[in-house]
C-alpha cells in the first residue's frame, strides 16, 4: 500500500522525547495499522497517572479498567474448543491487497545459521512468547504476537498497542503450526488496556503498546504459572543488545514458525523509539517482545520494548522486513502496568 505521511514537532523530555516527521503503513503492510481503541475492550482512562512506578510487582488498587470483556461465555475451555488444529490452519488472513513481504522467496522460510547477515533465523519458539487469534471477522488468523510478563496475578501480556485482536480473542503460547494440540494451550482474552495518547505517527506512536489480562484455562490455572514470563524492565539505552522474538503471519512466511533474532539497537532519529536492522520480520510480528539479557536456560529475561512505534513498527517498502522500531519503555508504560495488574 501507500505511504500516508505526517509531521510533527515537539520538545524533548527527561528521556530526549521529540517528535519529527513519519510515514505510516496501511492496514496490510508489514504491520497492522494503529487505532485508538480496540473494539469490545476496556480502554484505559486517564485517571490514576499518578500511581507509582518504584516498584514494577507492586500491587495497585483505586481505578480500574472498564467491565467490558469479550463475554462471560468467552472462557479458555472455550477457546480451545474453538480454535482446533482445523481452525487455525484454515483461517483467512486479515484486510486484502498484497501484503508488503507476502511474496517473500521460499528460501526464507529455512534461514541458514542463527542472525546470519543481519536475518532472523527460525525456531521452535519459547512458552513466553505466542500468537493472537480472534473470531472477529477481520482478525481471523493470527495476526500479532503478545508474551507473558510477570504479575502479581499471573494473567497478563503484552503486545503492540495498535494491535487489534477484536472480540473473543484468544493467545496462544508457543504457537504450533499444523500441531492437533498446542504445547501450553490456548487462553482466553479477557480485557485489554492501551494508553488514550496513542497514535500511528508522531509523538503518540512512542505508545505503541498494550496489556490484556487472560482467563484462566479449565483446571483454573493462571497463565504466567503455566508458561513463565517476563520481567518488565525501563529501556536501558537507545544503544541496548536483545533477543527480538516473534511470528510472521504464514501469509507473509510459509514457514508459520516463530522467528528471533539478537541484535544491537539504535535510536530512531527524532522518537522515543528504538530501531533496529534484522530480516525477517514480517507482518505477524508486531507486538514481538524486545528481550534484554535474555537466559537460553530458562528462556526468558527483561522485556525492555516490543516491536511498534511509528507506522505500526516499520518503514514502507519492498525491505521493511529489515527494519522494525520499538517504544522506549519509560514511565508511560509502568502507569499502564500499573492499572492493567488491577484488573
Request: proline share 6%; net charge positive; charged share 20%.
Amino acid at each position: 500500500m501507500g505511504r500516508r505521511s505526517g509531521t510533527g514537532r515537539g520538545t524533548a523530555d527527561e528521556d530526549g522525547r521529540t517528535a519529527g516527521d513519519g510515514s505510516r503503513h496501511g492496514r496490510t503492510g508489514h504491520h497492522r495499522r494503529a487505532r485508538r481503541r480496540w473494539p469490545a475492550w476496556a480502554r484505559v482512562t486517564a485517571a490514576g497517572a499518578g500511581l507509582a512506578l518504584c516498584c514494577v510487582m507492586a500491587p495497585a488498587s483505586g481505578a480500574t479498567a472498564d467491565d467490558d470483556d469479550a463475554g462471560g461465555g468467552w472462557t479458555s475451555e472455550a477457546a480451545t474448543q474453538y480454535w482446533t488444529a482445523g481452525r487455525m490452519a484454515g483461517a483467512s488472513p486479515s484486510g486484502a491487497g498484497t501484503a508488503k513481504g507476502s511474496a517473500a522467496p521460499a528460501a526464507r522460510a529455512t534461514a541458514a545459521a542463527p542472525d546470519a547477515a543481519g536475518s532472523a533465523r527460525h525456531f521452535d519458539g519459547i512458552p513466553s512468547v505466542g500468537v493472537l487469534f480472534s473470531i472477529d471477522k477481520d482478525a481471523r488468523a493470527h495476526h500479532c504476537t503478545a508474551s507473558v510478563v510477570r504479575s502479581p496475578r499471573r494473567n497478563l501480556i503484552l503486545t503492540a498497542g495498535h494491535c487489534d485482536p477484536g472480540e473473543r480473542a484468544a493467545f496462544v503460547p508457543q504457537y504450533r503450526s499444523g500441531a492437533t494440540e498446542q504445547p501450553y494451550g490456548v487462553w482466553a482474552v479477557e480485557r485489554g488496556f492501551t494508553d488514550p495518547g496513542l497514535t500511528g505517527t508522531g509523538p503518540g506512536s512512542d505508545l505503541d503498546f498494550a496489556f490484556a489480562t487472560v482467563k484462566p484455562d479449565s483446571r483454573g490455572r493462571a497463565l504466567e504459572t503455566v508458561t513463565g514470563g517476563n520481567f518488565l524492565a525501563r529501556t536501558p539505552g537507545y544503544a541496548t543488545d536483545v533477543t527480538v522474538i516473534g511470528y510472521p503471519s504464514v501469509r507473509n512466511d510459509p514457514a508459520d514458525q516463530a522467528v528471533r533474532c539478537a541484535v544491537r539497537t539504535t535510536r530512531l532519529t527524532g522518537y522515543r523509539q528504538l530501531r533496529m536492522e534484522c530480516g525477517g520480520f514480517y507482518g505477524g510480528t508486531s507486538g514481538s517482545p524486545w528481550l534484554s539479557r535474555f537466559d537460553e536456560r530458562t528462556k526468558t529475561g527483561y522485556v525492555v520494548g516490543n516491536l511498534g512505534g511509528l507506522n505500526g513498527g516499520g518503514p514502507s517498502g519492498p525491505d521493511s522486513d529489515r527494519t522494525s522500531y520499538s517504544p522506549y519503555y519509560g514511565r508511560e508504560v509502568f502507569r499502564l502496568y500499573a492499572r492493567a495488574i488491577m484488573g
